[in-house]
């Protein structure tokens, strides 16, 4: 057994590897942790590792203006639009409606610590062109309200009017007075013609903010308020952004306010129009955002098209000859103007807006803002900041001083100020040397003894140096070199020894077999997270020094019997690691194969496919291998590999081949995960029975109490191999049935699989015929069936002689029919129950006839005219002129012509017919020989 060897070395965050910084940056980056703009868009620095972490948690709806706020903790306090201060909860802080700023403002807000309380920080406005509020503070007292805060004194005037800018600095750190500074004109009031030339700087010291302002008056000539104000982190360079009017930079004196050398920039673009501004780290580069300010203000509906914007990204070189001349190009596209801020860890972020009203959800990221040239690495679309979020024209400034370049006091290779150790791990923190200079060193502010350019550590905490040059009075003095390194110990892993059991399938080469290293993950630590990686060596040298790693982890084949391999748990973030063993051993028992009970086929699905529930099969397989429930853990696999090492586990399983398949199932220890046994289990599909399932039948009611046969049903097989059991109790095949309903008969094969068939046995029945509408003596003769019945009913017509004059139709109206006798017939379609007859008349007269003997058109008579129709009609015949000649009988032969046995002449004859149901009807008719 090797004992536990917790090993100390030399930290790295491995999470910062991708972040390559240049230098740290320590003073006050904390503060900056928390950033809100835009709409409902936010983003988090990580205080170790500078990681970006999109947030939508805030409130804010901004156009440009926004300032936010957190403790040197990176927790965050308040946020602003410089109108609305919303806490921590993103609730509007007690009293914090209505300030002077505004959300259309280039910098509406900018928030100072007081250096004379913690719990107090002054908010900072601006109004916009349009409101022209001037410069104003607020006071928030965040030691109020359990610490949510209020905003106590609110829109105090320093400034009746100014530019939509505003910056701030640090004046010093033993005063720890800060200056906040903005642009007007020399009166403090301007119109359209008055010239924007005068820089007003204002201390915030430890007593407050004075209200008699530095005035720094230039020869310079700004008409355009719009455009962003930056102050370089070193606080010696001062850039002003002012859209139509141009790019100007400018010295300033820290320690007094004043602001001199304007030196004027050209932009070499046609998108010549600056707006968003800031400076590198080291203080040394510029970089400025600028479009071509479009608007139309005859034609609004073009300015909300992304294709009339456009902007560029430049980089200066403040330490050329010619800055203008040094002006370079970085990125240009369709895009609308937006602003520019550094971060926390040391890169540069572009808001990203498609117009002035439509934002976009992404922000760019000038990586390397250090470096010249295309070296800065500028990526356009970098953050996403998430689909409920807008990036708008602006983001919140910050004291320029949080972001001032700092030394090295890690100097181990990773551009950080954050430093890991492992519990009862020293290091040392290293300043530059320099010779005759004063160290001071403090932790967590308290100033420790030692005075060398070295500082041995082992403990957790906020570790800094100041350097006071030799000749210098010591002091904290902002200007003198810095270092901070964040410390944090951590605790080692905790690696335990183990062993891991596996089965011998393969008796060929005996005790050998494959192990899937990972299954050991659970029983070699107790902390097993996403920030520990385990990795597994041959020899413990390599896992003290990490090399050569076991790298097939999932499928290591062992090479001796009782194999013990080394792992290492390291903390990927912190570095701190621990080894142990691992013991690889061989199980040689087996365990049969397994027929599992079968399943019948899904019966609307009878493909031999089926799911099957894995975990029903456990108690089965236990009882087989003689095991009570919990000795040992059965596992399913759908190969014999899976199952050895323990990959895709499956619980829920369908077979891939119809009928039969075979899946693996593994049997372990459950403590331990000691390998018991492997083999087949054998999943079979039966066939269910094959029928039809659902049919309906129809009983003719007018055959009732005669019965009529069902049946089960079966389109396959022999139907002696099946049982059955209706709902009716009977068991049979077939049964008699004389009821109308629904009848279910589940029928059973000799595999147990089962399925149900449904007959539904619908009424059918002869047609009653309710009336015969007879339309005759007419033009179109017509005969209209009206019928009722449970049947499907179509319709005939047959003459005297029984033949068929008009064959079945589903239509009940029969239309032109001549005139006579005939008989309607019904008959049922639905289930062939009979055939309803019915006779009926057609009342008709003949135009002419012709008494010559040969058989045809001899007499003339009615046609319809019957013992069961109207036989009390009375036909009488006239000449024409009016001499009545017969008097027919209605169920005679008919008139031959004839009086009195004397032949008349051809001619026109009358005749007045008064049917038996009250018709009259008079006309005429023609004889001829």
Request: charged fraction near 20%.
């Amino acid at each position: 057994m090797v004992a536990l060897l917790l090993k100390k070395m030399k930290k790295r965050a491995l999470i910062l590897l991708l972040f390559t910084l240049t230098a740290v940056y320590a003073f006050g980056q904390a503060e900056a942790s928390n950033w809100y703009f835009g709409e409902n868009a936010g983003i988090n620095f990580n205080i170790y590792t500078g990681n970006v972490t999109p947030i939508n948690d805030g409130k804010l709806f901004t156009r440009e203006g926004c300032a936010s706020i957190s403790n040197s903790n990176g927790e965050l306090l308040f946020y602003t639009d410089g109108t609305t201060v919303y806490n921590a909860s993103h609730e509007i802080m007690e009293n914090g409606r209505n300030l002077f700023g505004d959300e259309s403002s280039t910098q509406s807000a900018i928030v100072v610590p007081s250096p004379g309380d913690p719990n107090i920080y002054f908010i900072f406005t601006v109004g916009s062109n349009q409101t022209n509020t001037g410069l104003n503070y607020s006071v928030v007292d965040m030691f109020a309200n359990d610490g949510k805060g209020i905003v106590r004194g609110k829109n105090l005037n320093l400034l009746p009017q100014c530019a939509e800018k505003i910056s701030a600095v640090v004046k010093d750190c033993e005063t720890r007075s800060i200056w906040v500074l903005t642009l007007s004109s020399e009166s403090g009031f301007f119109g359209n013609q008055v010239s924007l030339n005068t820089f007003y700087a204002y201390e915030v010291g430890p007593n407050g903010v004075n209200d008699a302002p530095v005035k720094s008056s230039l020869p310079i000539d700004i008409y355009d308020v719009r455009g962003y104000l930056k102050l370089s982190p070193s606080g010696t360079t001062i850039a002003c952004a002012n859209s139509t009017s141009g790019l100007y930079l400018f010295d300033f004196d820290s320690q007094t306010g004043k602001v001199s050398s304007p030196e004027f920039l050209n932009i070499h673009d046609r998108n010549n129009k600056p707006y968003g501004l800031e400076f590198s780290p080291n203080s040394e580069l510029l970089y400025v955002t600028s479009s071509n300010d479009y608007f139309n203000s005859d034609n609004p509906g073009t300015n909300e098209n992304p294709l009339n914007h456009s902007s560029i990204l430049i980089q200066y070189d403040l330490t050329a000859p010619d800055i203008t001349q040094s002006q370079i190009i970085l990125d240009s596209r369709n895009n609308y103007r937006g602003a520019l801020q550094l971060g926390p860890n040391g890169k540069i972020y572009r808001s990203l807006s498609s117009t002035y009203e439509m934002g976009t959800n992404k922000l760019g990221v000038i990586n390397q803002p250090n470096n010249s040239g295309m070296s800065a690495d500028y990526l356009h679309d970098a953050i996403d900041l998430g689909t409920r979020s807008r990036a708008t024209q602006g983001l919140p400034p910050f004291i320029a001083s949080f972001f001032n370049e700092q030394i090295d006091i890690i100097k181990n290779g990773y551009d950080t100020n954050f430093l890991a150790l492992c519990e009862g791990e020293h290091y040392t923190l290293v300043a530059d040397e320099i010779i005759g200079g004063t160290y001071t060193w403090t932790r967590d502010d308290i100033i420790l003894p030692e005075n060398d350019f070295d500082l041995e550590i082992s403990e957790t905490g906020t570790y800094k140096v100041t350097i006071t040059p030799p000749g210098e009075v010591q002091t904290t003095n902002c200007g003198f070199p810095q270092g901070e390194a964040r410390v944090q110990v951590f605790e080692y892993p905790r690696a335990i020894e183990a062993s891991l059991f596996q089965c011998d399938l393969d008796f060929s080469t005996t005790n050998i077999t494959t192990f899937n290293l990972t299954e050991a993950y659970p029983i070699i630590t107790d902390n097993l997270s996403n920030d520990n990686s385990i990795k597994f060596y041959k020899t413990e040298n390599d896992a003290i020094a990490a090399t050569n790693p076991i790298l097939n982890t999932e499928s290591y084949i062992n090479t001796d019997t009782n194999e013990t391999i080394y792992f290492r748990i390291e903390n990927s973030f912190t570095g701190c690691f621990a080894t142990n063993t691992l013991n690889l051993s061989i199980s040689n028992t087996e365990v049969p194969t397994f027929q599992a009970s079968p399943v019948c086929d899904e019966v609307d699905s009878p493909d031999g496919i089926n799911p099957f529930i894995l975990q029903n099969y456990k108690a089965e397989i236990l009882d087989n291998l003689n095991f009570q429930e919990g000795q040992v853990e059965i596992k399913f696999y759908e190969t014999e590999g899976d199952a050895l090492l323990e990959i895709n586990e499956i619980n829920e399983y369908k077979n891939k081949s119809p009928y039969k398949q075979f899946i693996y199932y593994r049997v372990e220890t459950p403590t331990n995960n000691e390998c018991y046994g492997i083999n087949t289990l054998e999943l079979t599909v039966e066939k269910s029975p094959k029928i039809l399932q659902k049919e309906t039948k129809f009983y003719c009611l007018n055959n009732f109490p005669n019965p009529t046969k069902i049946n089960a049903g079966l389109t396959e097989g022999d139907a002696s191999n099946y049982t059955y059991l209706w709902n009716t109790g009977e068991t049979t095949y077939e049964i008699d049935i004389n009821e109308i309903g629904t009848y279910t008969v589940d029928i059973t094969n000799q595999a147990g699989c089962s399925d149900q068939r449904t007959v539904i046995v619908e009424p059918s029945n002869i047609a009653t015929i309710n009336d015969i509408e007879v339309t005759d003596v007419s033009e179109n003769n017509t005969i209209n069936l009206i019928t009722s019945g449970e049947g499907i009913y179509e319709f005939a017509v047959v003459n005297a002689q029984n033949e068929m004059i008009r064959p079945y139709q589903e239509n009940n109206v029969f239309e032109n029919v001549f005139p006579g006798l005939y008989t309607v017939l019904v008959k049922d379609v639905k289930n062939d129950c009979g055939i309803v007859p019915e006779p009926v008349s057609v009342i008709g007269f003949p135009k002419f006839f012709t008494p010559n003997n040969d058989g045809i058109n001899d007499t003339w008579q009615i046609y319809g005219v019957s013992e069961l129709f109207q036989s009390n009609t009375k036909i009488q015949i006239y000449n024409r002129y009016g001499k009545l000649l017969k008097e027919l009988d209605p169920l005679g032969k008919g008139w031959d012509g004839s009086i009195r046995g004397k032949t008349l002449p051809n001619d026109d004859y009358w005749f007045s017919v008064q049917l038996q149901d009250g018709r009259v009807f008079k006309n005429h008719f023609t004889l001829k020989h």
